[in-house]
């Protein structure tokens, strides 16, 4: 795992989405196509629009899959990652090979994960975007995550802190509306990713970082775990690594 520090946000961001572009061109360039995941929430805002302002990624020879949905939330809701992605990026490169939605509302949860499992049983994931919550998951694997578990996506139940952090970033009227249960990819399908973009922002993700970058790796810190990940990088503004313990290069 690398780190790397920017002094704004959309510096961080820039950077994430220009070494994930490099890595799907250089994907392309070798095998004709590329897989790749993306993430979304408020951290994923500026790196999205960066990523689909690169004009020589040839999108047409790109699968997407994503880390997660809500479960029992319709694809119009303003929380629904599926309406996030369609918005803030199919709509922008409509070119898109193949992207891979996972439905949380077909009424069928388990045949909705064995669908998006055997789809990325399939193929091997050459970039994987990701962030960290507030309560260091990664995806929706909140603390204790299953480190165990083969299965590339599980059934979830959501916590306490994480559904309070989208509740405050205003994707849910209160507490009570945000789900309890959710589709995630699992932390093995993350890890198995060839390389893993990770951006941390905003100084509510500043403890969660300094879980992620200096404790031991632990399911309680699920996000900890890219310390084993060789090709995994960090991008944090300085907000977001204001609690480390020194500076990471």
């Known amino acids: ?70 479960v029992g939330i319709e694809e119009t809701h303003k929380a629904s990652f599926v309406r996030y992605l369609r918005e803030r990026f199919l709509a922008k490169v409509p070119e898109v090979k193949n992207f ?69 970033e205003g994707w849910f009227a209160t507490f009570d509306d945000v789900p309890t249960h959710a589709i995630s990819m699992s932390i093995n399908q993350i890890m198995k990713s060839s390389n893993i973009i990770c951006t941390v922002l905003d100084e509510r993700k500043a403890e969660a970082a300094k879980w992620t970058i200096e404790e031991e790796v632990s399911n309680m810190h699920p996000a900890s775990i890219l310390q084993t990940h060789e090709h995994a990088h960090i991008f944090l503004d300085k907000n977001a690594a204001a609690q480390l313990s020194s500076s990471q290069g």
């Open 1 to 70: 795992m690398q780190t790397h520090i920017y002094p704004t946000s959309q510096k961080a961001a820039s950077q994430a989405a220009t070494m994930g572009a490099s890595l799907i061109k250089q994907a392309i360039a070798a095998r004709g196509e590329a897989f790749v995941v993306l993430a979304t929430g408020a951290s994923q805002f500026d790196l999205l629009d960066h990523l689909v302002a690169d004009k020589n990624i040839d999108w047409s020879r790109v699968t997407l899959f994503h880390l997660d949905e809500y």
């Open 100 to 168: 891979v939605f996972i439905h949380g509302n077909t009424g069928d949860t388990q045949g909705e994960i064995r669908r998006v499992n055997e789809a990325i049983s399939q193929v091997q994931i050459d970039v994987a975007f990701v962030g960290i919550g507030e309560n260091g998951h990664l995806a929706f694997n909140d603390p204790p995550a299953d480190f165990e578990t083969d299965e590339p996506f599980i059934y979830v139940e959501l916590d306490e802190k994480c559904r309070w952090q989208q509740t405050n």
